[in-house]
């Protein structure tokens, strides 16, 4: 694969298919929305947020008039609300080409979802886990889609503690418990890619981090969010990685998207590797039953 300095001009035309990106009403998934509608696809936005996600897309009219954008309810911290979008979606769409499930929650005071998950890790993790397995019989129906998983270089300090995953034990670090959140989208991204491996139709299966990316997601972490937005790069960079792995064509699943500068926290997109612990075949199977245990919900 080359390793040329990709950009959004080497994003094929879009015309004709079907993207759901969830987060898309600030950050990564806003950019990669305007990205996506002027490459021509039909974006649906997905969102908790109805009003902001209204300005959204008027705001993009704004630029493009052409823009195919359409808002959906959905609140990922809500398993029923995450069967509620999906049933609608496959009621009313017939193909689905690229689902980037990019919606987070970084470094927020400790509560838990409606499910009783702890926030970090039921949105980050559980909702991404649950929201994907609604929308595979589509996405196997659909030649060539793809999975994109946003992951984080929060996931080198990840650990989880699969005894106590809701943080009900321990008292609550909201730092470690988003790096927990983010090495479980790896866990999720390989194994989800080897379950699929060798089936007919299955849709490709890649990750992607934005490096050290100012965002919205800054908002819990004081002194630490001045810094990024001192030497954070602009989410336009920041997307890149995501949108490499949406569209590049020599993508080949379980492959990793990440910025080529110093540690991967700036630069353009490249092939990235996750570190070690993020590797262990034997987490990602048990953070899998896991997964399944406590949403109830099988692939």
């Known amino acids: 694969m080359s390793n040329k300095k990709w950009n959004t001009q080497d994003i ?9 990106i969830t987060g898309a009403t600030s950050g990564l998934g806003k950019e990669a929305v305007k990205i996506f509608a002027e490459k021509g696809a039909t974006v649906i936005m997905p969102v908790r947020n109805l009003e902001k996600a209204k300005l959204v897309v008027e705001e993009f009219l704004k630029l493009n008039p052409n823009s195919k954008i359409v808002i959906k309810s959905l609140d990922l911290t809500s398993l029923n609300s995450i069967k509620l979008f999906a049933d609608d979606f496959l009621k009313s769409f017939k193909q689905l080409n690229i689902l980037i ?8 005071p400790y509560s838990k ?4 998950f702890e926030m970090q890790m ?3 993790h559980f909702g991404s886990y649950a929201l994907t397995a609604q929308l595979m019989p589509l996405l196997m129906k659909t030649a060539n889609s793809r999975i994109v998983n946003t ?14 995953i809701n943080w009900e034990n ?10 927990d959140s983010k090495i479980a989208n790896l866990y999720f991204h390989y194994e989800l890619a080897k379950k699929l491996k060798g089936q007919k139709n299955a849709p490709l299966v890649i990750a992607a981090h934005p490096g050290w990316t100012k965002t919205e997601l800054d908002r819990h972490i004081g002194i630490v969010g001045i810094i990024s937005s001192i030497i954070g790069q602009k989410v336009i960079k920041g997307v890149l990685p995501t949108l490499r792995a949406a569209t590049d064509p020599d993508a080949i699943s379980g492959d990793y998207f990440g910025p080529d500068g110093f540690r991967e926290m700036r630069g353009n997109p490249v092939k990235v590797k ?9 987490k990602a199977v048990q953070l899998w039953a896991l997964s399944e245990k406590l949403t109830g919900i099988k692939y």
């Open 274 to 282: 996750s570190n070690a612990m993020s590797l262990n075949a034997q």
């Open 151 to 164: 992951a984080s270089l929060a996931h080198l300090t990840g650990n989880i503690d699969f005894d106590d």
């Open 101 to 108: 499930n990019n919606a987070g929650i970084m470094y927020c």
């Open 113 to 116: 979802t409606q499910d009783g």
């Open 122 to 124: 039921g949105t980050n």
């Open 12 to 20: 094929p035309d879009q015309k004709g298919k079907v993207v759901i």
């Open 170 to 179: 321990r008292k609550y670090k909201t730092m470690q418990a988003y790096a």
